[in-house]
């Protein structure tokens, strides 16, 4: 009821804010007919200023500390409202608390991509995001400025303008400090340092101090961020024709294990496999340096021949040993040989490749 209000307001005679939120910048001291008895105590806390407008004018801003409203200390309204003159009734002013702590993890962003011109990549478009900080540098700008007449005034009111300045201002001096993408990491603190410097005017016109700016990244679109990364991978793998190898064997091992669809699903692993087999031999083929000479080719020179010379297993001999020990008497046309392929020992004389190492050989002697 309007008696009970006006009854509190003649019993207040302590002007203080008790700060229960963490985003409010200016606070309106709400009482009756905004009416604050002569001699009553003004507490202003730490990181608060009072600030008294009388009549749309700031009168008096008062630091953190307490006070008693009288002559000595409101010398500007003493003389507004005649109090120098022995006039000690309450008097109508408006009192605003205004925060001077600093606001912290303060967020901007990019609402949309910025496009600069790449040395490295040509045009592209890039996003950024980051923190700030501030504090109440002017209060009476701040009032006058910004919050005007309203009872509860928060960051949130101009957070959303500021942020707006630091993109414009950060588009600007990237744009100018010509840095390739690739580079930008290694300078946020420089380039951060000279946004700071831009936007520092534009905040002070509000009565705010800029205290922080932080870049915390600046990223490319998904699509190139993804090329880059094969980029990356290429760079990695080093030597392909190696990687392509090993990619191949373990396919082929991965084929071979598939049995989930039958003799189908086998055909279509064999055939993989024999197509990536080529494609490894190629690849080892083409590994080959110009010039190199090929492996020999197989003939009867490169034949080798174990032989049972007195009851032992003697060899491997190459034809021409096996010539040696023929012309030698040792070694005859019922003297047993084997070779690789060879399903088991038998004569000299059975086994075609011998025939002409053998035909200088005199034949085994007739029993007596």
Known sequence: ??????????????????????????????RLNNEIKYGAKL???????????????????????????????????STILGWKYGFESPFK???????????????????NPIMLRDAEFGPMRLRAYGTYAFKVGDAGTLVKEVAGTSGRFTADGITEQL???????????????????????????????EIAGRIRPTFSQYGLELTAFLIENVS??????????????????????KFTQFQTATAIGDAAKNNANGGMAQGMGLGAGFAMAQQMANSVGGAMQPGAAPPPMPGTAAAKFFVALDGQQA?????????????????TGETLVWKQGMPAWAAASSVAELGGTLGGSPPPLPPR
Do not use: H
């Open 315 to 331: 060899g491997p001999f190459d034809l021409s040993t096996i010539g040696e020990l023929a012309r030698s008497g040792r070694l």
């Open 93 to 111: 002013c408006e009192v605003y608390f205004v925060n001077t702590r600093q606001f912290t993890d303060l967020k901007w962003g990019t609402a």
């Open 163 to 193: 942020r707006n300045f630091i993109v414009t201002c950060f588009s600007d001096a990237l744009g100018e400090s010509k840095v390739p993408a690739l580079d930008l990491a290694a300078r946020y603190q420089e380039i951060g340092g």
């Open 43 to 77: 507490i202003v806390r730490e990181s608060q200023v009072a600030v008294f407008v009388d009549q749309g004018k700031i009168a008096d801003v008062f630091k953190p500390g307490m006070y008693t409203l009288d002559t000595k200390n409101l010398p500007i309204l």
């Open 220 to 241: 490319l679109p998904p699509e190139v961020e993804a090329a880059l990364d094969k980029r990356t991978s290429m760079g990695v793998l080093g030597d392909l024709n």
């Open 1 to 30: 009821m309007d008696w009970i209000k006006k009854l509190k307001g003649e019993l207040i005679d302590i002007v203080e804010w008790l700060d229960d939120s963490r985003d409010t910048l200016v606070y309106r001291f709400e």
